[in-house]
């Protein structure tokens, strides 16, 4: 979601000679509302602050804040062509605009479509992460620490759950993403992902690691 986002609220079409670099992405309040009604939100940020509210920690108070007020409004959305100079940038730029509120229903629609498939793909007997290894790895994200380690009695830790790990990500972006302050949003994201990518290739090692040498890392 980091990719050439500078201006949130722009939809980003990047024209090149060579086709694998021509690409576009909606900006960033409209996949946020996508997100949003697909996954229930509003029930999801219930659910959120009650669960981290047991945990009594301040590092997760701006995080209830963030989600409260995550960024999905998108009538203000523009289209912004890259480069500008390219000869076909005004005449595509004319045609999306004019139709920009199509576009929008079009994309909601697909997004519909892919509802029921995708539920249908996810393991509904996946345990809940426990809200506390969240917030352990929540703040070590906080800190740019790559999150694969849960604190116990022991030196080592424990390795943490892949889902914990993907939802710790997924709401530090978010939090990220709601911060009036913005700016240096793409900068951050991409070093929360580059974190996240290396946390689950850590704990996938560990775990081959722990097949073989039972008893040396709780897993």
């Known amino acids: ?62 995080l209830q804040d963030a989600t409260a007020g995550l960024p999905v409004e998108h009538s203000a959305d523009k ?16 045609v999306l605009e004019s139709h920009f509120s199509e576009m929008k229903e079009a994309l909601k629609g697909f997004a519909a479509d892919c509802d029921e498939p995708v539920k249908r793909w996810c393991d509904e007997t996946t345990p809940s992460v ?44 978010l939090q990220l993403l709601a911060r009036e302050d913005s700016g240096n949003a793409a900068r951050e994201i991409a070093i929360i992902e580059r974190l996240t990518a290396k946390a689950l290739e850590v704990t996938y090692v560990h775990r081959g690691y722990k097949a073989l040498f039972p008893g040396d890392l709780e897993v």
């Open 1 to 62: 979601m980091s990719w050439g986002k500078n201006d949130k609220s722009a939809w980003d079409i990047s024209l090149r000679p060579d086709e694998i670099s021509t690409r576009s992405c909606p900006s960033f309040p409209f996949r946020l509302s996508l997100i949003g009604e697909w996954v229930k939100f509003d029930s999801l940020r219930s659910d959120i602050a009650k669960d981290f509210a047991k945990l009594n920690s301040p590092k997760i108070t701006n």
């Open 79 to 94: 289209i912004r062509i890259q480069p500008p100079s390219s000869n076909d940038a005004t005449a595509i730029s004319d």
């Open 130 to 173: 426990d809200s506390a290894t969240v917030a352990e790895l929540l703040h070590r994200l906080e800190n740019h620490i790559l999150p694969n380690i849960v604190r116990n009695e022991t030196l080592l830790g424990k390795c943490a759950p892949f889902p914990a790990i993907l939802i710790a990500s997924a709401l530090f972006r």
